[in-house]
């Protein structure tokens, strides 16, 4: 069985459908809230979900299982493990993996 382990940010962001989803085609699919658990140091899953949420991808202030969920990420790729970042998790992904993240100074919606 596929086992997901996916990483929640705040009880409004759930995996919803995709977590629905992925259940129904027989994944295993775990979830951490981050906020109530530590963020695991490696990935013990097939696969790495790093979800959305209100915060910025640096706001390790306010949200303090922001900096190790980016190591996760970083671990996760540099082992060849698939991993899927949405929203904030993609942004997370890109600081994790050396890029920076702003930003805009205008207004963009869909493909630029």
Known sequence: MTRILVIVHEPSCSSGRLG???????????????????????????AL????????CQDDAEAPW???????????????????????GHQLATVALGGQVCTSDHFCLGAA
């Open 20 to 46: 629905q989803l992925w259940r129904n085609a027989g994944a295993d699919v775990v979830e951490i809230n981050a906020w109530n658990h530590p963020v695991p140091p490696i990935v013990d899953a097939d």
């Open 66 to 88: 922001l900096a190790p969920t980016r190591q996760l990420i970083s671990r996760t790729v540099r082992a060849g493990t698939p991993f899927l970042g949405i929203c904030l």
């Open 49 to 56: 979900v790093v979800l959305g949420g209100s915060m910025s």
